[in-house]
């Protein structure tokens, strides 16, 4: 389910998801050129004409033929979409996404190039790379890899000065630098594409102080003092239960590397020196761990569990009701809008002043509609 941060309902038992999950519709015939004549509103002679590569069709007749027959499914799309894009200029981009084997990113990745097929303005190619590591220096030497390579880069990861220096030296060389989910080198990268980090921490805290059964301890994991976006989280953790639930006792920040091992030994710890605790937030990565351990130690009644995106390990945490909230992130509206403010921007030069874009969180429950 998807609301924005502002317009949270306090019926929060009553809430139901947008999203849907495998429906069990029998599979539908192959789309024909009929097919696709009529949901673009045109002739099948108009149809033939894109199909064919024929002259004097207009270029807004051929995009409505395309987007009708990705709507339907039709086969020759692609097609479609090549002649559109035939005489268009490439737009080379470059994406830093960290953790290679983890699902969250492999599907950043995924929505990022369904997002370049599906752009007209630009032939979009991404180039993508992966950090294996936080350190800074790594970060650092993959961003500045791309120097000569990519006409913009768009990257997760750590604020550190090494970090602030390599993007510098692109933008020192005419080549823009978005921040994705987490912010860094403030003040010189292009723009910060992603959730309002101190109103996520409010909302974990908000839907703990709901949630719980009873006032009591709670509990909070960052990955490290670096992340940017889980300092704000924590910072906006710890202010809406000083505002507005003081009742409730936060423990001493955890920071668990984003790694599942140390997260799970952590939060074993914490269930069993602390019985009255009630709430726990995982504020970046390693959640995995924070679920095996909850879930082993039967803690799901007493304990409200809060995690950030939704990946298969997540979406299982809420089928079994392990996980009480799903705080997620529209990746796809950021993509789709980022991809185009990137091709703007490379048309109209960098701003004086860099920028932000904050998109509402998602919020999943057990009652999401895809649980069903």
């Not at 998801?17 to 002679?45: E, W």
């Not at 500045?144 to 020192?172: I, M, N, P, Y």
């Not at 992130?329 to 990137?342: E, G």
Request: aromatic share 6%; hydrophobic share 40%.
């Amino acid at each position: 389910m998807q609301i924005g941060a502002e317009n949270m309902s306090r019926h929060i038992m009553g809430m139901i998801g947008l999203h849907h999950s495998h429906n069990a519709n029998p599979p539908m015939s192959r789309p024909t050129i009929i097919d696709l004549a009529k949901a673009a509103g045109v002739s099948t002679a108009t149809v033939d004409r894109v199909l064919n590569g024929r002259q004097n069709v207009r270029e807004e007749t051929v995009r409505r033929v395309h987007d009708a027959a990705e709507a339907i499914g039709y086969h020759g799309a692609n097609i479609i979409r090549y002649r559109l894009l035939a005489d268009k200029p490439e737009f080379r981009l470059g994406l830093v996404l960290q953790k290679p084997r983890h699902a969250f990113y492999q599907d950043v990745l995924r929505i990022f190039e369904a997002q370049a097929r599906a752009c007209m303005l630009r032939r979009v190619q991404i180039t993508a790379r992966f950090a294996e590591t936080a350190r800074p220096e790594e970060l650092a030497e993959i961003l500045l890899s791309f120097k000569g390579r990519v006409d913009a880069v768009a990257a997760t990861g750590l604020d550190h000065h090494l970090v602030t220096q390599a993007v510098q030296t692109l933008r020192g060389g005419g080549m823009p630098v978005y921040a994705l989910l987490s912010d860094f080198a403030q003040g010189v990268r292009e723009s910060y594409f992603g959730t309002n980090n101190l109103k996520v921490g409010r909302i974990a805290g908000w839907f703990i102080s709901k949630l719980a059964r009873q006032p009591g301890k709670v509990g909070l994991f960052v990955g490290g003092p670096r992340f940017h976006g889980h300092e704000l989280r924590e910072t906006g953790f710890r202010s809406f239960f000083r505002d507005a639930a003081p009742d409730f006792r936060l423990l001493d920040t955890q920071i668990n590397l984003e790694t599942r091992q140390l997260t799970y030994e952590a939060t074993s710890n914490l269930l069993a020196r602390h019985p009255d605790l009630v709430g726990l937030y995982v504020a970046g990565g390693g959640m995995e761990g924070a679920i095996q351990a909850v879930r082993e130690a039967q803690a799901a009644s007493r304990v409200v569990l809060i995690v950030n995106e939704l990946t298969p390990e997540s979406q299982s945490g809420l089928q079994d009701q392990t996980i009480s909230v799903v705080l997620g992130t529209p990746v796809r509206q950021l993509a789709a809008d980022l991809i185009a403010l990137m091709i703007a921007t490379s048309e109209k030069g960098m701003a004086e002043t860099p920028g932000q874009r904050f998109f509402p969180s998602e919020v999943w429950t057990p009652e999401s509609e895809f649980m069903r």
